[in-house]
């Protein structure tokens, strides 16, 4: 199965703003805090406290925007010191109450297993592509 930047939602789907369930926001806060190991907060970020920082520089239409993914809604993990990113991105999305992922590398097994302990965590599923569910059964017999 090829996998890149899964989900985590409620249910299944195919067109994403028919979902009806949403994942809880402070279940998601939750779960970070508790893994804050591996996850840092955008807002902890050093890009992250200068973009707050210069926040007045910000044209006022992307304000809201900025503030909202800066306000406990986007986890960073795995730092790249060559090219100066975050390679594994995830971020709630509270109008539609879903979880998007977003890799900058090869998704690797210990990937969907954490990510997969974060769905169980919030009673969601881990999918690919909105229609293909990674579960227990799968990361033993198809991810190596």
Avoid: C
């Avoid at 899964?6 to 805090?33: G, H, Q, T």
């Avoid at 539609?96 to 990937?111: C, D, S």
């Avoid at 769905?119 to 990361?139: F, H, M, P, R, S």
């Amino acid at each position: 199965m090829k996998i890149s930047d899964p989900w985590i939602s409620k249910e299944k789907f195919k067109n994403i703003s028919k979902i009806k369930e949403k994942i809880s926001y402070d279940a998601y806060i939750e779960f970070i805090d508790t893994h804050q190991d591996y996850f840092t907060w955008e807002e902890e970020t050093e890009q992250g406290k200068n973009t707050l920082k210069n926040l007045d520089e910000i044209p006022k239409a992307f304000r809201d925007g900025i503030l909202k993914s800066h306000s406990k809604q986007k986890a960073n993990a795995e730092f790249n010191l060559k090219k100066r990113y975050y390679e594994v991105v995830v971020q709630f999305n509270e109008e539609l109450g879903v979880i998007r992922t977003t890799f900058q590398k090869k998704i690797k097994k210990h990937h969907l297993e954490l990510l997969l302990e974060m769905a169980n965590y919030l009673d969601a599923l881990l999918l690919v592509d909105g229609t293909k569910i990674i579960n227990k059964e799968t990361l033993k017999n198809e991810i190596s």
